[in-house]
């Protein structure tokens, strides 16, 4: 199978000033990344995913920016899809869609929206995807779900991008690799989350191989069309990957091992992390590589080697 090219995507936890966004924004297209990206959380500083956007997208021309990921919950799909394709139009079909099932307890409990059980929160996101994918495509829209009623909708403004802006799911569980090997056109494949919130640490290299195998299954022949991406969890630039690993062993109550060769962190210099991402490329098919900023420092080099080979 012809490989992809790889992606680069940074993902903003630290916004800063007003100044400081936009000079984060003109930094990431000048080092190569191809995509900045806001995570949707309630609180702690987090920004408002629509107007952080359109500010970056203000002052780049080629950097491409998008969510990750919406947490679904939030807000109804209608709303995203006019959002997404606000964006899209503003920023000349440069934005990307991320949407997510919701897996952090606090973002609902203190904002008091409802934590509902995971099969709810999956069935709502399938309706919402197939919502905002037809809206997105023109559609004027009736549906009729269980968590959604659309009456006759028309999709308004129409995005840039034709036939529509790009969608990624995050997903971590069965169902919903199922779900987005079918209707994503990236997918990303996160950590399971668990059913009273917060992530379960099934980092290892051989969970990631089985989702990415339960993707490629379910897709069928459109699996070449898909592109997979990773959130890195941490990006360690040293000589000593081993001590590195041990010292995050005990915090993370994971083996050094296991996180040594996690798709979800990176060890070593420059040239093994070169290295490092092409061997995964290969043996698991993740082309499109998200970084937190808190390490985009460490990533960089690697960036100007590899983005877009």
């Known amino acids: 199978m012809t490989q992809r090219p790889f992606r680069f995507g940074l993902a903003v ?13 003109r930094r990431a297209e000048a080092l190569g990344y191809d995509i900045l990206l806001v995570p949707d959380h309630i609180g702690n500083g987090r920004l408002g995913w ?10 780049t021309s080629r950097l491409r920016i998008g969510t990750f990921v919406l947490d679904n919950d939030f807000r109804h ?9 606000t964006l899209d139009l503003l ?3 440069r934005f990307e869609l991320g949407l997510g099932a919701g897996w952090l307890l606090a973002d609902y409990t203190p904002s008091g929206i409802p934590w509902d059980a995971p099969g709810v929160r999956a069935g709502r996101l399938e309706e919402a995807v197939a919502i905002i994918t037809r809206l997105l495509e023109g559609e004027t829209v009736t549906f009729a779900g269980r968590h959604y009623t659309i009456d006759d909708l028309p999709a308004d403004p129409r995005p840039v991008q034709q036939p ?9 569980g069965p169902r919903l690799l199922t779900f987005a090997a079918r209707h994503a056109d990236i997918v990303s494949v996160v950590m399971s989350s668990r059913r ?3 992530l379960v640490m099934d980092m290892d290299t051989a969970t990631v191989a089985g989702k990415v195998a339960l993707v490629r299954r379910a897709a069928g022949e459109r699996f070449a069309q898909l592109e997979l991406n990773v959130l890195l969890q941490g990006v360690f630039a040293t000589d000593n990957p081993q001590a590195a690993a041990e010292e995050l062993s005990s915090s993370w109550e994971t083996p050094a091992a296991t996180l040594l060769d996690s798709p979800y962190l990176l060890f070593g210099t420059v040239d093994e ?5 092409q061997q995964r490329r290969v043996q698991l098919g993740i082309s499109y590589i998200t970084v937190f900023d808190r390490d985009w420092d460490a990533l960089n080099p690697v960036v100007e080697r590899l ?3």
């Open 273 to 277: 992390i070169v290295a490092t991402l």
């Open 77 to 85: 799909p209608a709303i995203v899809a006019q959002d997404a394709a």
């Open 164 to 172: 529509r802006p790009p969608i990624m799911l995050g997903v971590g």
């Open 91 to 93: 920023s000349d079909g």
């Open 307 to 309: 983005a877009g080979t």
């Open 13 to 25: 936890i630290e916004p800063g000033s007003a100044e400081a966004w936009r000079e984060k924004a």
């Open 50 to 59: 629509g107007p952080a956007l359109m500010a970056a997208a203000t002052v």
């Open 196 to 198: 009273e919130g917060g």
